[in-house]
């Protein structure tokens, strides 16, 4: 099992910048890669970045929604990933959850709660 707590989500004007947080427990060891996924009011929710686990592994990679505002790292020694987000508009107004993928999954099967991002005009 793992257990996955976001932070850092507030209110932010338009063109602000907010980095979020998602702090991994338990058995961080089986964690293959982990994303970060978002759910605005009356849609579905949305991939926007993902990030091996493991330091040799690939590159991150994006939404187009989320290419050249948004990065996405892991700090591995603190079993933490991180959401760097600039340039915001109101359209990323939305829960984001970090989400993980274990070793032998093809999906993403453990949730964070999620933290609200609101972004005002």
């Known amino acids: 099992q793992v257990h996955l707590v976001e932070s850092g989500g507030r209110v932010v004007q338009h063109g602000g910048s907010l980095r979020l947080s998602c702090v991994a427990s338990?058995?961080?060891?089986?964690?293959?890669?982990m994303g970060w996924f978002r759910q605005a009011p009356g849609k579905e929710r949305e991939f926007v970045a993902e990030?091996?686990?493991?330091?040799?592994?690939?590159?991150?990679t994006y939404a187009d929604s989320a290419k050249g505002r948004f990065a996405v790292s892991r700090d591995s020694a603190k079993n933490t990933v991180y959401l760097l987000m600039d340039s915001l508009k109101s359209e990323d107004t939305a829960i984001y959850y970090c989400a993980a993928q274990t070793t032998g999954q093809s999906a993403y099967v453990f949730w964070g709660q999620g933290t609200q991002v609101t972004v005002s005009s």
């Open positions: 338990g058995v961080t060891n089986s964690i293959d890669r």
């Open positions: 990030v091996a686990w493991s330091w040799w592994s690939s590159s991150p």
